[in-house]
């Protein structure tokens, strides 16, 4: 694969049928195991080790506005090209005429990372570029920490299909965040209409472990919605990523300190003392300094 700088050609979405040249069919090993259309200029008599390859049976030609690159460490002068019908009679690219995608990835994503890799809800897909500022889905896919996450690139134009399997991946991401924010607002609703569970102390450690979880999955299935259409909006992603820190830990924290009280009330039951549960008053002291403190790790963590 070349460097992280090097794009790829987009599989998921397709170029005007009304154009002879298409970057689309580039087949070039490209970044994370994807196509790219950079190609390595062949020395005699060593051939090529990166050389243009186009699918379809379209032709390789150079584009003369993107600017060779020189990378001893790869193998030598790479230069950039697209695939051009046989029937086009096209040898080359005039430097007036722009790739329709962005030739690098650096410079041109907005994601949290600035890596081209997003995965919807979190880490919404965005470009930074005036020109090249609609995002298109490469094909490729990387899982990091049970996390999928999908590679883009910014193009000039919005994509007009996008892959099935991209499609049914997000819908069903959607779905279960809108079963998971129903059964979550279920329960702390039915806990705070109750006067009897609003009573139970040990009520109010759920309704707030709860609490962090139903915002997130509520902005993220809308986040979620938006970025899946691959739209160009632009997300504050830094925010998203500490809400969804935010709702991991605070959970965590809520759930040690509940299992904690629990245990002092089992420890003195097994010496036969009657312990009563926490005092409202405690249990939003804990939980306001565990918000508190979550919410402070995941701005420094986030931003």
Request: with cysteine; proline share 8%; aromatic share 16%.
């Amino acid at each position: 694969p070349l460097l992280a700088l090097l794009g790829p050609a987009t599989q998921t979405a397709h170029a005007s049928s009304e154009q002879q040249c298409d970057e689309f069919k580039c087949r070039s090993p490209g970044f994370f195991l994807g196509y790219g259309c950079w190609a390595l200029i062949g020395t005699d008599p060593t051939p090529s080790a990166n050389p243009p390859m186009c699918d379809g049976g379209y032709v390789a030609v150079p584009m003369e506005m993107v600017p060779q690159l020189e990378l001893p460490e790869y193998g030598g002068t790479f230069y950039y090209y697209t695939c051009c019908s046989p029937t086009s009679n096209i040898t080359s690219i005039p430097d007036t005429i722009p790739p329709f995608c962005a030739p690098y990835f650096d410079g041109y994503c907005g994601d949290f990372t600035a890596d081209c890799l997003a995965d919807g809800p979190i880490e919404p897909m965005t470009c930074i570029d005036e020109y090249y500022k609609y995002p298109h889905k490469t094909g490729v896919t990387n899982v990091y920490l049970s996390w999928r996450y999908s590679q883009y690139q910014c193009c000039s134009a919005p994509p007009e299909s996008i892959h099935c399997n991209t499609c049914i991946w997000e819908m069903f991401r959607v779905v279960f965040g809108i079963i998971g924010t129903f059964f979550t607002f279920t329960i702390m609703f039915g806990i705070l209409m109750s006067k009897i569970a609003r009573e139970q102390s040990f009520n109010i450690y759920v309704v707030f472990a709860l609490l962090g979880e139903f915002f997130y999955s509520s902005i993220g299935i809308a986040i979620g919605a938006i970025t899946s259409s691959q739209s160009n909006a632009k997300i504050p992603c830094e925010l998203l990523v500490s809400a969804f820190h935010n709702s991991i830990f605070t959970s965590l924290w809520i759930g040690a300190v509940t299992i904690r009280e629990v245990y002092i009330i089992l420890l003195r039951s097994k010496q036969l003392l009657r312990t009563p549960p926490p005092t409202k008053r405690k249990v939003l002291i804990q939980i306001f300094v565990v918000y508190l403190f979550t919410g402070t790790f995941s701005w420094w963590t986030s931003f």
